[in-house]
T-cell receptor
Framework: GQQLNQSPQSMFIQEGEDVSMNCTSSSIFNTWLWYKQDPGEGPVLLIALYKAGELTSNGRLTAQFGITRKDSFLNISASIPSDVGIYFCAGQLGNYGQNFVFGPGTRLSVLP | EAQVTQNPRYLITVTGKKLTVTCSQNMNHEYMSWYRQDPGLGLRQIYYSMNVEVTDKGDVPEGYKVSRKEKRNFPLILESPSPNQTSLYFC?????????????FGPGTRLTVT
């Protein structure tokens, strides 16, 4: 099936630092979604992107839909301890919300 | 409160004993999906449904069945569970509001098959 690549796989940063992670694919997607998962919980949607080139912010989070429609990145500014978790990108195939592909995730650790 | 609920949250069973994991959403969403999550593999889609009585296979459908008889419910059925189906399972739903297709996930069901 389709595959998404996420990098880095994991990262350790100091509180207050900015974070950048990205997601790439060999396929074109119509929608990119970024999720955060806390231990023992389901993924929670952070940002949704619908058009190539779109740049969207949600508080300290900023994400962009790549021009080629094959990649996306997520930035977190001024990290805080509660940013710890696994961040997943997901690409939507098709036009009617039926088929999603997820990346393997980026595990973020924030050191005080 | 808008939410996706799953039951049970934890289940330990033996090989071959049929089981059903229920999923329900209260957001009137058309689309529902089941995923399994395994370490290092992220989330993989098992089945999805675009509306009542309309379902289709995702990336890893083998060994699973689903049904969508009501819009709010989308149960996952394992007719003869095997140890390789030990995993964390998530149900998700998404609507068709203008051009938004965001998925909302349930809390997960941790299944162990011995």
């Amino acid at each position: 099936g389709q595959q998404l690549n996420q990098s880095p796989q994991s990262m350790f940063i100091q509180e207050g630092e900015d974070v950048s992670m990205n997601c790439t694919s060999s396929s074109i997607f119509n929608t990119w979604l970024w999720y955060k998962q806390d231990p023992g919980e389901g993924p929670v949607l952070l940002i949704a992107l619908y058009k190539a080139g779109e740049l969207t912010s949600n508080g300290r989070l900023t994400a962009q839909f790549g021009i080629t429609r094959k990649d996306s990145f997520l930035n977190i500014s001024a990290s805080i301890p509660s940013d710890v978790g696994i961040y997943f990108c997901a690409g939507q195939l098709g036009n009617y919300g039926q088929n999603f592909v997820f990346g393997p995730g980026t595990r973020l650790s924030v050191l005080p | 409160e808008a939410q996706v609920t799953q039951n049970p949250r934890y289940l330990i069973t033996v090989t071959g004993k049929k089981l059903t994991v229920t999923c329900s959403q209260n957001m009137n969403h058309e689309y529902m999906s089941w995923y399994r999550q395994d370490p290092g593999l992220g989330l993989r889609q098992i089945y999805y449904s675009m509306n009542v009585e309309v379902t289709d296979k995702g990336d890893v459908p083998e060994g699973y069945k689903v049904s969508r008889k009501e819009k709010r419910n989308f149960p996952l059925i394992l007719e003869s569970p095997s140890p390789n189906q030990t995993s964390l399972y998530f149900c998700a739903s998404s609507g068709h509001l203008r051009y938004t297709y965001e998925q909302y996930f349930g809390p997960g069901t941790r299944l162990t098959v011995t």
